[in-house]
Structures are given as structure tokens and as C-alpha cells.
């Protein structure tokens, strides 16, 4: 037996709730999909995404990660790291090599001062065989010729006061030294290689005499007989002395430019 009371409407679906029209189905969107979706179909559901991505960085993120790159004053990362580290290459290197410079230049500068205090000059003892090379003053040398021709040269040696005080090691005097010479102007050298005895640069006929002077008073003989003097010789000489017995003046050719001086017997 059927209810007598009238029906009630049912509540239809929320697709169709507000009209019964006919629809028309989309050209698209009825492909097969597996994916499950919840009974409502008020609020649409995204396809489910992996948990997370890790990048490079260690971060999370999706597949495709659109963020702009980081940038450092005005440079990506790569970039920032490799100019980062070529400026601290160069300082470091500009750093090493100041300090190893600034090491050998204090380095020189003692070792200069070092010698300098270690290595005082020392008086040189000139043998009578040796060269003597007298200081070298500012100006050139110069002959008292002709003015001094034929005049007769006492070597400062005789002037001695005392000449008793003044010994040599084995206590024997210079009395038998040659100390007397007389000056020639413009001769010819008489001192070949084997007479020679030294040769000096001096810077007057004078000091050429000495010379020849000191040699026998230091040996306490005669034994250097003449000495030449040529004042436009270059160096390392241009002061002779030699050993020539007997040697008289008027037996040299005359010769412009050299000056010879010969013992006094």
C-alpha cells in the first residue's frame, strides 16, 4: 500500500542543483586519469608533487626552480668567488715578495756595515821590489823643468835631526844611504828592464827623487843610482829608478819631456 503522503523533493547533486538544462561536454579534459580525487567536487585537488628536491645547495626545491640566481656586488656566486680569489692571490703575493725584498735589502745593509767596521785600511809595506802608487790628489802632475837643470837635490831624508835615534832593526845607522842628487832636464831614459829596480806615479820631479831616496836610505846604501821622471806618462807609472853604476848625465841624448836625476857619488 503506497504512503499517502506526498514525497519530498531530494537535494540533487551541487552540479546540479541550480538547473536541470542539458550541458554540453568540454572538447577536452575527458582523457583517462588515474589519479584519485576526493568525493567533493568543490574544491579541485593538484596532482601530487615529489616530497622534496634537494638542490646543489642543499636547499628544497622543486623540479624546475625559476628563482633568480644570488648575486654579490653585482656578481653571480661563481663569479664573486673566483675575483675573491684572485684579489687575495695577489695581495699575498704582494705581501711575501715586500717582506722577502725588505729582508735582503736589511740584510745587505748590515753585511756593508759589517765590513766596513771589520775591514779598516791598513798601512801598505812596500817592499823596495814593489810598485808605489802615491794618493791620488785632484791635480796633474808637474815638472819643475828647466828651472831645476843641473841643480843639485838633498833628499828630506838628511834632514833628519837625529839621525842616531832613528835606526833600523839591527841597529845600524843610514850613513852610508845615498841621498844627494842632481837634477837634468830633457834626457833620454837611461833604465832598461834589467836595471830597474820600481817604478811609482808621482806628481813632481821631486817626488820621483825621493822615491830613489828612500829606497837607499831604507837599505842603507847606494844602490839606486838614477831616477827618471816623465810628467805626461799615464798611469800606473811614470817614475823610474834603477841601478845604473857611474852613470853620467852627458852620455843621454836629450829628449823633450823626461827628466832624469842621477846619485851624487
Not at 51 to 58: E, I, N, P, T, W
Not at 102 to 129: C, M, V, W, Y
Not at 192 to 216: G, H, I
Request: hydrophobic share 35%; glycine share 4%.
Amino acid at each position: 500500500m503506497m504512503d499517502p503522503s506526498p514525497s519530498l523533493p531530494q537535494r540533487m547533486s551541487a552540479l546540479y542543483q541550480y538547473h536541470n538544462a542539458p550541458e554540453v561536454a568540454p572538447a577536452h579534459g575527458l582523457e583517462y586519469d588515474d589519479n584519485v580525487y576526493p568525493s567533493s567536487d568543490k574544491y579541485p585537488v593538484l596532482r601530487e608533487l615529489p616530497a622534496s628536491v634537494h638542490d646543489r645547495y642543499g636547499r628544497h626545491a622543486f623540479d624546475n626552480d625559476n628563482r633568480p640566481p644570488r648575486i654579490i656586488f653585482g656578481m653571480k656566486i661563481k663569479t664573486f668567488l673566483i675575483v675573491a680569489a684572485i684579489m687575495i692571490l695577489i695581495v699575498v703575493g704582494a705581501a711575501v715578495g715586500g717582506a722577502v725584498g725588505g729582508k735582503q735589502l736589511r740584510d745587505q745593509h748590515e753585511a756593508d756595515i759589517f765590513n766596513n767596521a771589520t775591514s779598516p785600511s791598513r798601512p801598505s809595506t812596500a817592499s823596495a821590489s814593489s810598485t808605489y802608487n802615491a794618493p791620488i790628489p785632484t791635480y796633474e802632475p808637474l815638472s819643475d823643468c828647466p828651472d831645476s837643470d843641473n841643480t843639485l837635490y838633498t833628499s828630506s831624508f838628511a834632514h833628519i835631526s837625529d839621525t842616531s835615534t832613528l835606526t833600523t832593526s839591527s841597529n845600524t845607522s843610514h850613513a852610508s844611504a845615498g841621498l844627494s842628487f842632481t837634477k837634468h832636464c830633457a834626457l833620454s831614459n837611461p833604465i832598461t828592464d834589467t836595471a830597474k829596480l820600481t817604478s811609482a806615479f808621482v806628481y813632481s820631479f821631486s817626488d820621483c827623487v825621493e822615491v830613489c831616496a828612500a829606497y837607499n836610505y831604507w837599505a842603507d846604501s847606494s844602490e839606486c843610482s838614477v831616477a827618471v821622471y816623465q810628467s805626461n806618462a799615464t798611469r800606473p807609472a811614470n817614475c823610474w829608478i834603477g841601478k845604473i853604476p857611474e852613470l853620467k848625465a852627458g852620455s843621454l841624448k836629450p829628449k823633450d819631456g823626461i827628466d832624469v836625476a842621477t846619485l851624487e857619488e
